[in-house]
């Protein structure tokens, strides 16, 4: 079975450019999550889909963050305009998500991409 | 905000058994505990997910005692490949209703010859 496909695997940007990152989850799969991971800040998530409804967005950074999910086998999370401090790999996750009393957090990680933005 | 607590690194030979804890003392009533296992320049795996008690798979096992504000992932036997960053994962209620994923800072296992 294909896990999380994720595109493109590296992106070299200037700043001020929009940069779109594309998420492919696992069939099946009712939860998504976006997650950036740094150095400095480590592994943060960004914001969560269920059932293609964003279920929880605080983490994500200021406005030039959007993410959406129009159906169940794709995202896109987009950053517009970006910066250099923006520069990080990004992981996207599929899983079960809620289920009938309790929420599972078992995720499958996609391969990342790594954006410079220089 | 449920927060974890793992060692921050942690040295094995070959052969041994590795143990972390990770201390999660405000744990929700309906939230899971789960660890992760990360490899540089790769993405999180899932290794193993308990509510209480024991769980075990194919890779490790997962002791959570009964008042569940702390859990241990045990590995039997590392080999040099078990060397990377191990997560312990406890999902948050947020007053709102929603739920919050936090990744701490983990544990960098380093399994030597």
């Known amino acids: 079975d294909a896990g999380v496909i994720q595109s493109p695997r590296h992106e070299v940007t200037e700043m001020g450019q929009e940069v779109t990152l594309r998420c492919k989850p696992i069939s099946g799969h009712n939860s998504l999550f976006w997650y950036r991971q740094t150095m400095m800040r480590g592994l943060e998530l960004l914001i969560y889909?269920?059932?293609?409804?964003?279920?929880?967005d605080s983490g994500m950074p200021e406005d030039r963050f959007s993410a959406k999910m129009p159906n169940a086998s794709f995202s896109t999370l987009k950053i517009q305009p970006s910066e250099p401090r923006d520069s990080a790999v990004y992981f996207c996750?599929?899983?079960?998500?809620?289920?009938?009393?309790?929420?599972?957090?078992?995720?499958?990680f996609g391969p990342g991409t790594r954006l410079t933005v220089t | 905000l449920a927060k974890t607590t793992q060692p921050i690194s942690m040295d094995s030979y070959e052969g041994q058994e590795v143990n972390i804890t990770c201390s999660h003392n405000?744990?929700?009533?309906?939230?899971?505990i789960t660890w992760y296992q990360q490899f540089p320049s790769q993405g999180p795996r899932f290794i193993i997910q308990g509510y209480k008690t024991k769980v075990t798979n194919e890779v490790a096992s997962l002791f959570i005692p009964a008042d569940r504000k702390s859990s241990t992932l045990s590995l039997p036997r590392v080999s040099l490949s078990d060397t990377a960053v191990y997560y312990c994962l406890v999902g948050d209620t947020m007053r709102t209703g929603r739920r919050a994923l936090t990744f701490g800072s983990g544990t960098r296992l380093q399994v030597q010859p």
């Open positions: 996750a599929s899983g079960k998500g809620a289920q009938i009393s309790k929420f599972s957090y078992e995720q499958y």
């Open positions: 889909f269920n059932n293609n409804v964003p279920i929880d």
């Open positions: 405000n744990i929700a009533t309906n939230d899971y």
